[in-house]
């Protein structure tokens, strides 16, 4: 399969503990995004990457939150100190450097925090 | 700042039936529209777009126009199907001005067609 891969599929975790993420995206693909989607929400924008640079942020990206594409391939997002409102699913998407508004999603890490 | 706003589901339709998913946008600027289509067990995918006032998008028999006077992107087909059952999304993405792809979603509408 050549789409977008995501790891953990779903993670459940408690308060205070940190997760990562890593999301495998497109091969030729820059771009590479980050999502967070609420249950009953669309899918919310909280960063996106060009190559290894991280270009954009969203407010709703904490400083608990950290996102990397060390050789601009696959990312981590990582979450420090996990709290409840973290729970969400954590969506990847992929592009090429193009703006077409194309994006090919992965099918998301789901975060429970108890 | 840019939003989207959907009809809420979910929506049940019997098979043959015809689809309308309201959407209407606010932005600045000249966003580009989107619909995005989540199958059951899958990632959210493009459905179509259209990227200017009075564009149609269309595919796999789904249609949406750009209507900037009433800022709505309504989805429409003629007769759903069973395989048509999914959530869908509209969004927008102001590409004119380096939106990087950076799309702004609604929340999604539910379809479930029935037999």
């Known amino acids: 399969d050549t789409g977008v891969s995501q790891d953990p599929r779903h993670k459940i975790t408690k308060r205070g503990q940190n997760v990562t993420f890593r999301c495998d995206p497109i091969?030729?693909?820059?771009?590479l995004y980050w999502y967070r989607q609420t249950l009953g929400q669309g899918p919310e924008f909280l960063t996106y990457f060009q190559n290894e640079a991280q270009l954009e942020k969203s407010r709703l990206l904490s400083d608990r939150f950290s996102a990397e594409r060390p050789k601009g391939s696959f990312s981590t997002l990582e979450i420090q100190r996990t709290e409840q409102g973290d729970s969400a699913m954590y969506l990847c998407a992929s592009s090429l450097g193009l703006d077409t508004g194309e994006l090919f999603f992965g099918e998301g890490s789901r975060l429970t925090v108890l | 700042g840019d939003s989207v706003t959907q009809m809420e589901g979910p929506v049940t339709l019997s098979e043959e039936a015809f689809l309308t998913i309201n959407c209407t946008y606010t932005?600045?600027?000249?966003?580009?529209l989107f619909w995005y289509v989540q199958y059951p067990g899958e990632g959210l995918q493009l459905l179509l777009k259209?990227?200017?006032?009075?564009d149609k998008g269309s595919n796999k028999g789904f249609e949406a126009t750009y209507r900037k006077e009433t800022t709505s992107f309504h989805l429409e087909k003629g007769s759903v199907q069973v395989s048509d059952s999914a959530v869908y999304f509209c969004a927008l993405s102001d590409l004119v001005t380096g939106g990087g792809n950076k799309l702004t979603f609604g929340t999604g509408t539910q379809l479930k067609v029935e037999l």
């Open positions: 259209a990227t200017k006032a009075d």
């Open positions: 091969s030729e693909h820059n771009r």
């Open positions: 932005a600045t600027g000249y966003p580009s």
